[in-house]
């Protein structure tokens, strides 16, 4: 029912903006902003604050007779307290439990017997959770997720369910799977300073299986607030009525403070860093890497989404060319900013990542050597006009599928994000001016200060299948 965390990502099934906001209404009644100049698609926008703080975001499109529906609350891996690693997640899946008016499953039903779906998920910096329901149901889900905002049913019983819940999850998406954590957790871990950044946010198993009711209770108070969350309806939505809605189930549930902004800032880097897991359940060595991200939003943030294209998005990209096709290092090779979401949905420092699966035929020092002729390649001779418009127009084709889903998650989920952290979801329809700025020379200089090997952490995984060359294998409880 919970996040699936894309969990599987170490068993290789991959494939693969920092802008002033604008004014927004002080309350349920207020005119909604507009985006001033048009730029590609044009998102319908309205953007409210509720007395309590909760940020509503409506979109209105009647296309498909379905309405959207998303709660996203401002915490994430990065927030969760030390020594309680994996309980950002663990709080996701304890809100599903049921609320006073809804006891457990009756939120399940009321969706699936609409004919709804819903999920949530945890990430860095957000937790979510939505629905998609005929829009004649609406009306049903914004109160349910009212109720599960102002009083949902936690208590023993409920949190050792779910600590065993989310144990079993650990156990069979990471420890007991070849791969294991190793590119999406244990890579960020090698790369990053700062504990928020770099600790084990699936949760190591005894921080799970420590935490307690008064925890909980804090967790709940601190960052379950309506000051700390956006709501967003998308879809075949009538806005006045929708916002009236959200303003009767969620206007009188009450704010809390909160705490100060954590610093989940990372110093430069300034040598290369090399990690090795043995792993006892890999039939094959593995190879990931990564480099620390310029600043989301900034003009090198997306130059490095054009470099992000150009190096290993698709068959064509040069790293593929290289390491798949001319070399046969191995069968594929997948990356990309944010393993977790896409480039869009996090607020601090990240990773552009690289990962393979390789013949155990070839070392590391081999591949990585290639690695580093194609890269640079892009370090020393800015790219051709020709190839920086083809990546381009890959992003903008990436940009439309996140936004014209049928389901319209990726919708809701950009709109949520951009409010959470921008205080401005108009930003989705400037996005491409980003990347309209992008240059030749951009490109060049992005990749001499952010490809440069003392910005990269590399991180093998080496077969250990007896257990006999690293000690402690990932894959033990």
């Not at 029912?1 to 004014?23: E, F, N, Y």
């Not at 909604?32 to 703080?53: C, F, K, M, R, W």
């Not at 381009?392 to 940009?399: P, V």
Request: hydrophobic content about 40%; charged content about 20%; glycine content about 8%.
């Amino acid at each position: 029912m919970a996040s699936r965390l894309l969990a599987v990502l170490g068993a290789c099934v991959l494939a693969a903006c920092s802008q002033p906001a604008a004014d927004r209404s002080s309350g349920p009644a207020d005119a909604s902003t507009t985006d001033p100049v048009p730029s590609g698609i044009q998102v319908d926008v309205s953007y409210h604050t509720l007395d309590n703080g909760l940020r509503v975001v409506l979109s209105e499109d009647p296309t498909v007779p379905t309405a959207t529906v998303a709660v996203y609350y401002g915490v994430g891996f990065r927030n969760e307290p030390r020594n309680r690693t994996g309980f950002a997640h663990l709080f996701e899946h304890l809100m599903f439990q049921g609320s006073e008016n809804l006891p457990k499953g009756d939120f399940d039903s009321l969706i699936y017997g609409s004919g709804g779906v819903n999920n949530g998920s945890t990430r860095f910096d957000f937790t979510n959770y939505y629905e998609v329901v005929p829009s004649n149901a609406l009306e049903a889900v914004i109160w349910a997720e009212g109720d599960r905002m102002r009083a949902p049913i936690i208590d023993q019983e409920v949190l050792e369910n779910q600590q065993g819940v989310v144990e079993n999850e650990v156990l069979v998406n990471v420890i007991n799977q070849p791969y294991g954590g190793w590119i999406w957790i244990d890579l960020p871990m090698l790369a990053n300073e700062n504990w928020h950044n770099a600790h084990n946010f699936y949760g190591d198993l005894e921080d799970i299986r420590a935490a307690n009711l008064e925890d909980v209770q804090a967790f709940f108070d601190t960052y379950y607030a309506p000051n700390n969350a956006v709501i967003v309806v998308a879809g075949d939505i009538d806005a006045d009525e929708t916002l009236a809605w959200i303003e009767r189930e969620f206007g009188g549930i009450q704010s809390s403070p909160q705490p100060d902004p954590i610093d989940v800032s990372e110093p430069r880097q300034e040598e290369e860093k090399f990690g090795e897991i043995f792993d006892r359940l890999a039939p094959q060595p593995a190879l990931g890497f990564g480099y620390h991200m310029p600043e989301r939003g900034s003009p090198e943030y997306y130059a490095m989404a054009v470099l992000d294209q150009i190096l290993v998005q698709g068959d064509d990209s040069l790293l593929n060319q290289r390491l798949i096709n001319e070399e046969g290092y191995a069968s594929g090779v997948f990356g990309g900013i944010n393993l977790l979401g896409n480039m869009y949905n996090y607020n601090g420092p990240m990773l552009w990542s690289v990962g393979m699966i390789h013949d155990d035929a070839y070392t590391h020092e081999e591949i990585m050597g290639s690695v580093d002729e194609v890269i640079e390649g892009l370090r020393t001779e800015p790219v051709t006009q020709e190839q920086l418009d083809r990546a381009i127009t890959k992003l903008r084709s990436q940009f439309y599928d996140i936004v014209d889903s049928s389901t319209r998650f990726g919708l809701v989920d950009l709109l949520a994000v951009f409010a959470l952290f921008d205080d401005d979801p108009s930003r989705i329809n400037r996005i491409e001016e980003g990347f309209d700025q992008v240059t030749p020379e951009l490109v060049l200089a992005t990749a001499q200060e952010y490809l440069r090997p003392t910005n990269r952490s590399v991180l093998r995984v080496i077969p250990d299948p007896d257990g006999s060359l690293g000690g402690d294998a990932e894959n033990e409880e």
